[in-house]
């Protein structure tokens, strides 16, 4: 009986785990990497994850335009029920779930002054040709500010009766 208890004990205390990871990988190399906003490091990094999902990423670096993309990863089979508990309780070894992700940066385009300036000069004339804005609807149709009524100023507050009406033992300045 003995051996039993000693066989089930190793059992259960060699049993496997689930290691979970993906690898962002960016060219160029050191972009800055966030998941679902909170940064994560410069790439190449490998990225510890707990559920099957939706992950945003975005990809940071200077001199690229940034990238957000939503990645799915989708859940492997030994992670369904009644599977997903042997393969994490029962299974003695080390499961490694490891997924790539690679990203592509394009270069932030620089925009001429021979480009941008016919573009402000159109907002500009576009801005001084907007209408007067509107005034506030006020009740009874009046705009005159002494038709609306006004509150009475605010009163103290009395002095309500609680715990902290009671002298404190040891400070003379507290209580009757």
Not at 31 to 52: H, K, T
Not at 77 to 90: G, K, S, T, V, W
């Amino acid at each position: 009986m003995l051996t039993f208890y000693v066989f089930l004990s190793c059992v259960f205390l060699s049993t496997g785990c689930v290691e979970r990871t993906f690898t962002v990988t960016t060219n160029p190399p050191g972009a800055l990497v966030y998941v679902n906003d909170q940064p994560i490091g410069p790439s190449p990094v490998i990225v510890p994850f707990l559920y099957y999902g939706k992950y945003r990423i975005r990809i940071e670096h200077d001199g690229y335009q940034t990238k957000t993309f939503d990645k799915r990863i989708s859940a492997p089979l030994y992670a369904y029920p009644p599977i997903d508990f042997a393969a994490e309780n029962l299974y003695p070894g080390r499961i490694l779930d490891s997924r790539d992700m690679y990203f592509e940066l394009e270069p932030t385009q620089q925009v001429s002054a021979e480009e941008l300036l016919p573009k402000a000069q159109d907002l500009r004339e576009r801005g001084n040709n907007l209408p007067e804005p509107k005034k506030p609807y006020q009740r009874g149709g009046s705009q005159n500010s002494s038709q609306i009524p006004s509150l009475p100023p605010p009163q103290p507050a009395e002095p309500t009766a609680g715990k902290n009406d009671r002298p404190s033992p040891g400070n003379p300045n507290s209580g009757p």
